[in-house]
Structures are given as structure tokens and as C-alpha cells.
T-cell receptor
């Protein structure tokens, strides 16, 4: 079975400070990993993905994520947070060879960037 | 522009009433998905379809029904059997063939409220 854990419901960070949103996963075999962002009353927008290759993935709006296979983690990071980054963030996973099974999403982490 | 269109944006359901949420995509994507979003519970899969005239139940299919008569369309009916339909409903789609990461494109969502 596939699963994703986002251990923090809420992350608060001051504007200009670095931010980290945590994600750990469980799949059989190698994973596809994704981060999405959701603004109020909107659908999810793609931020970045890890399929294979370099463990540090760069995405939209200055976000990046580091794949760590030994810790089964895929934490989202940004060097300098903006107030406009305040939103709900979702991590998602599926196994690389799972026969097109649907993505499994975490429960989401609400990021609040304070000016 | 290609994308997914969900309608209506807001829907008010009376007790015992069936209501249908529309989801249309012009991305030529093979698979389509319906998720339910409740605060603090993340995204839960209701139904998905990988090919026309075929669909599979997700984790919370009870009280819902779907059809996939056309590749572009995947409507969701919230039936009177769904006792707690108040939630935000998200439709998504992805390709399943050729090179790619199979990440999802999301619609902007439909908010359903019981009145």
C-alpha cells in the first residue's frame, strides 16, 4: 500500500526566513513524488516532482525539494519565504511500477508566512 | 488554452436530492479522478476512470456515482445516500501513455453545501 505523511498541520515562518514543509512516504519500490499548492477555494497547482535522477528538485516560485531514499522523505524547501507563499501544501506519491494506480495525497500542511 | 473545467463553482443541495457535478477536460488525458476535500482530512479519492466506459471505486465511493461516456467528461453525482455531502470536490486528470510523470492537472473545484 502507498501512503504519505505530512506530520505538521501548520507551519509558521517569518517573511525572509527559510521554510521547510515535511513529507515522508511509503511505497513498494521506487516512488513518483509530487508537491502541489492550493490557494483558498481553488484547485491544486503543481509545484515540482521527483521521478528519477538528481535528488534535489527545483520547481515553481523558487521552491525546491530533496528526495532522501534512506529516510523516505521529500521535504519542500524555500530559502526565503514570501507572504504570498501562504497556502495549503500537499505531498503526493505513487509507486513507479504500480500499474497506474492513483496518486495518494497527504493531509496537507498549512503554511503561514508572517510579514 | 487546455485545462479542466468544473461547474458549478458553488452548489446547494437539499435533503434527499441528487446533484451532479460537471468535469470537462480538453487535454486529451486518459484518466480522470474525483477527490473530496474536507478540512484536516486532505484529499480522499471517490472514483476514477482510466478509459471510456470504465471506472473504479476509490476509498469513499459510497453515496456517489459516476459515468465516463466520453473521454473529455467525467461527471459526479452526489446521491441522496450520501449523508454528509458538504465538502469541496476536486476533479483531476492525467495521461497514462508515453513518456511522462503522470502528475495531475486539477480543476478549480466545486463547493457543495447542504441547505
Amino acid at each position: 500500500a502507498q501512503s504519505v505523511a505530512q506530520p505538521e498541520d501548520q507551519v509558521n515562518v517569518a517573511e525572509g526566513n527559510p521554510l521547510t514543509v515535511k513529507c515522508t512516504y511509503s511505497v513498494s519500490g521506487n516512488p513518483y513524488l509530487f508537491w502541489y499548492v492550493q490557494y483558498p477555494n481553488r484547485g491544486l497547482q503543481f509545484l515540482l516532482k521527483y521521478i528519477t535522477g538528481d535528488n534535489l528538485v527545483k520547481g515553481s516560485y523558487g521552491f525546491e525539494a530533496e528526495f532522501n531514499k534512506s529516510q523516505t522523505s521529500f521535504h519542500l524547501k524555500k530559502p526565503s519565504a514570501l507572504v504570498s507563499d501562504s497556502a495549503l501544501y500537499f505531498c503526493a506519491v505513487r509507486a513507479l511500477n504500480s500499474g497506474n494506480t492513483p496518486l495518494v495525497f497527504g493531509k496537507g500542511t498549512r503554511l503561514s508566512v508572517i510579514a | 488554452d487546455g485545462g479542466i473545467t468544473q461547474s458549478p463553482k458553488y452548489l446547494f443541495r437539499k435533503e434527499g436530492q441528487n446533484v451532479t457535478l460537471s468535469c470537462e477536460q480538453n487535454l486529451n488525458h486518459d484518466a480522470m479522478y474525483w477527490y473530496r476535500q474536507d478540512p484536516g482530512q486532505g484529499l480522499r479519492l471517490i472514483y476514477y476512470s482510466q478509459i471510456v466506459n470504465d471506472f473504479q471505486k476509490g476509498d469513499i465511493a459510497e453515496g456517489y456515482s459516476v459515468s465516463r461516456e466520453k473521454k473529455e467528461s467525467f461527471p459526479l453525482t452526489v446521491t441522496s445516500a450520501q449523508k454528509n455531502p458538504t465538502a469541496f470536490y476536486l476533479c483531476a486528470s492525467t495521461t497514462l501513455t508515453g513518456p511522462g510523470d503522470y502528475g495531475y492537472t486539477f480543476g478549480s473545484g466545486t463547493s457543495v453545501t447542504v441547505v
